[in-house]
Nanobody
Framework: QVQLVESGGGLAQPGSSVGMSCVGSGNIQNIRNMGWYREKPGQDREWLATITRPGVQKYSQSLRDRISINRDNDRNAVYLQLHSLQSEDTALYYC???????????????WGRGIQVTVSS
């Protein structure tokens, strides 16, 4: 089995920064792409960033100037930092990973359960 566990996030002041982590565990042979989405109440899930295994980063154009994604392949982890926070950044943030499980021949997509970020003064 595979699980992705997010940590970090939480309550943050406008103009500050927030970081979050996502660590994979279980029967993991390899992880290809990893990334982050966020979801606001009543809205579709919004793509934020993706990072390939070699470390190539892609970002949503609307957040490109204040977002950063990184990963640690040895830890099966992906990280996200969001800067210059605004109230509009309040959302539930989800990590995802394309995982080749042990004794498997195909990659499958796994998701974390989500972590709350609330921007408020």
């Amino acid at each position: 089995q595979v699980q992705l566990v997010e940590s970090g996030g939480g309550l943050a002041q406008p103009g500050s920064s927030v970081g979050m982590s996502c660590v994979g565990s279980g029967n993991i042979q390899n992880i290809r792409n990893m990334g982050w989405y966020r979801e606001k109440p009543g809205q579709d899930r919004e793509w934020l960033a993706t990072i390939t295994r070699p470390g190539v980063q892609k970002y949503s154009q609307s957040l490109r100037d204040r977002i950063s994604i990184n990963r640690d392949n040895d830890r099966n982890a992906v990280y996200l930092q969001l800067h210059s926070l605004q109230s509009e950044d309040t959302a539930l943030y989800y990590c995802y990973a394309s995982v080749l499980t042990t004794n498997s021949d195909a990659y499958k997509e796994f998701w974390g359960r989500g972590i709350q970020v609330t921007v408020s003064s």
